[in-house]
């Protein structure tokens, strides 16, 4: 049996090739040291902050801390512990400040790995610039800035992506009025309406009453009409004789009918021309 002709390099390049035979090529733009890490701060900021802060209260006061523990006795550490937890856990000022900021934190890490793995890039390599993340009462809105050579157009029908990439319920995209560079991703997380119970001031006198009990009719009776009340397009004065065995009758609307001896109605004008032709 004849050897293959195929040399090595061949068989794996046949090996690393995919099932469509395409290659994606994308170009990273050559940065300076000094902006990589001016990005780098900057994308990991919150998480940076509190780490100095962490090994700054280690240093300058965790002796202290270590000291004060052990010169009290277990239960009186115990105590401290529940009350420092259940301040933590319970609905003040601070849980609130720190449970916002780690999900804004979240949904901005979250919205870059989305349109990285989207590929919404420009020709250079570059994503679109984010430039912050607030909490709102649903959820977050972060604001992002296209770069050259990318708009709103690459957002297009990625809400849904979006929204599943950050957990969240869904996502809308806007464009700003002033800047077309600047969009607005805004990520609904929570209805604010869906916990609350709204009762209505229509139903004030049946509010109390059993389901049972509240009929049609003790709701129909706020919806009948006003018998007392005539309408001024009704109202019609006496009728007046004209002659010649005829009646006719004034309405508010000065038109006037006239009734003759054969049961024919007429319709006369305001100078008693008859216009039943033309009506």
């Known amino acids: 049996m004849p050897k293959s002709t195929r040399t090595r390099s061949t068989r794996r390049a046949g090996r690393g090739r995919t099932a469509t035979g395409t290659i994606e090529t994308i170009t990273r733009p050559t940065q300076s040291l000094p902006v990589q890490i001016l990005l780098v701060i900057w994308r990991w900021r919150w998480e940076l902050m509190v780490l100095v802060t962490a090994i700054y209260i280690t240093i300058a006061h965790g002796a202290k801390i270590v000291g004060y523990i052990e010169s009290n006795p277990a239960w009186l550490n115990a105590m401290l512990a529940v009350l420092v937890?259940?301040?933590?856990?319970?609905?003040?000022?601070?849980?609130?400040?720190?449970?916002?900021?780690?999900?804004?934190?979240?949904?901005?890490?979250?919205?870059?790995?989305?349109?990285?793995?989207m590929r919404t890039l420009n020709y250079s390599g570059n994503l679109p610039f984010i430039i912050a993340c607030w909490s709102t009462k649903t959820g977050q809105?972060?604001?992002?800035?296209?770069?050259?050579?990318?708009?709103?157009?690459?957002?297009?029908?990625?809400?849904?992506?979006?929204?599943?990439?950050?957990?969240a319920r869904k996502a809308n995209i806007e464009r700003s009025r002033r800047n077309a560079a600047l969009?607005?991703?805004?990520?609904?997380?929570?209805?604010?309406?869906?916990?609350?119970?709204?009762?209505?001031?229509?139903?004030?006198?049946t509010s109390d009453l059993p389901e049972a009990v509240v009929a049609d009719d003790a709701v129909m009776a706020f919806l009948t009409p006003d018998?007392?009340?005539v309408s001024d397009e009704s109202t019609t004065q006496p009728p007046a004789k004209t002659g010649a065995g005829e009646t006719r009758t004034k309405t508010s609307k000065t038109k006037y009918t006239a009734t003759v001896d054969d049961r024919a109605s007429v319709i006369l004008g305001a100078n008693g021309e008859d216009v039943s032709d033309y009506v």
């Open 227 to 229: 018998t007392d009340r």
């Open 85 to 117: 937890l259940g301040w933590i856990v319970s609905d003040n000022f601070v849980r609130r400040f720190v449970v916002n900021r780690v999900w804004c934190v979240i949904t901005r890490h979250r919205v870059r790995a989305c349109l990285v793995e």
């Open 183 to 205: 969009v607005r991703i805004e990520i609904d997380r929570r209805d604010p309406l869906s916990k609350q119970h709204i009762t209505s001031p229509l139903l004030d006198d």
């Open 141 to 167: 809105v972060v604001w992002v800035w296209m770069r050259p050579g990318l708009s709103m157009e690459d957002l297009d029908n990625k809400s849904e992506t979006i929204a599943s990439a950050c957990w």
